[in-house]
């Protein structure tokens, strides 16, 4: 085989196993599904700062919500566009991809929730959210972002 071919396959290889590692991250655009209509309603952006996760919503795909304010905040939200929002505050990895925090912030309910984020070990353009209040729980699966 002549050098260049050798070459040619090595550069090959490294484009595809980056595809396979950035397809790998919990970091990037996910979008949100309603776990009771399993119709899309938000573009949330998760990433990392000082190695703490966060994640703000840079979309709203509702019809008819893209101008949502949260009037049922009572906090430093109260009546703010849900459109920039942060929903997800300095949530720690705890090992093997799962990070979990003490906010995880639902605009249209106006509550927060502890929480538990990760990737689905069987599909990783899935991404777990559970919320959890007290003892109950609720988990949505969100999926990938194109772009």
């Known amino acids: 085989m002549e050098k260049n071919n050798k070459v040619l396959i090595i550069c090959a290889m490294f484009l595809l196993f980056g595809q396979f590692l950035q397809s790998q991250s919990i970091f990037g655009k996910w979008k949100t599904i309603d776990d009771r209509t399993g119709k899309p309603k938000a573009v949330i952006d ?23 304010i949260c009037t049922k905040c009572d906090d430093e939200r109260k009546d703010q566009p849900v459109l920039g929002m942060r929903i997800i505050d300095a949530a720690e990895h705890h090992g093997k991809g799962v990070y979990k925090g003490d906010t995880l912030f639902d605009p249209q309910q106006a509550m927060t929730f502890r929480c538990k984020i990760w990737l689905n070990p069987d599909n990783p353009d899935e991404l777990k959210v559970r919320g959890y209040l007290a003892f109950i729980y609720r988990t949505q699966t969100w999926v990938r972002a194109e772009g």
């Not at 000082?50 to 949502?68: Q, S």
């Open 46 to 68: 998760i990433y990392e700062k000082d190695g703490l996760m966060y994640g703000h919503v840079v979309e709203i795909l509702e019809e008819g919500k893209e101008n949502f």
